[in-house]
């Protein structure tokens, strides 16, 4: 007899954040950099969704570039 959880896996690909070309029937680790696989679908942090919305970038990138423009500036 199936569990709950063996059958809402099924069917599910799991993926290397790192090296999308590993992909399981089950969770596990990544056999080239032993990260642990995550389900085909999931996101993988905000710099991605940054790459995918230019304007999210330039919203999170321009207060550090300030700043850093502002240092460099005032520095004698």
């Given at each position: 007899?199936?569990?709950e959880?063996?059958?809402q896996n099924a069917g599910k690909v799991y993926l290397c954040p790192m090296h999308r070309e590993v992909r399981q029937p089950n969770s596990g680790k990544c056999p080239k950099c032993h990260m642990y696989l995550v389900p085909e679908g999931t996101r993988f942090g905000m710099l991605r969704s940054m790459v995918k919305s230019?304007?999210?970038l330039f919203i999170m990138a321009a207060p550090m570039v300030a700043i850093i423009v502002a240092i460099m500036i005032l520095m004698p």
């Open positions: 007899m199936e569990t959880t063996q059958s230019p304007l999210k």
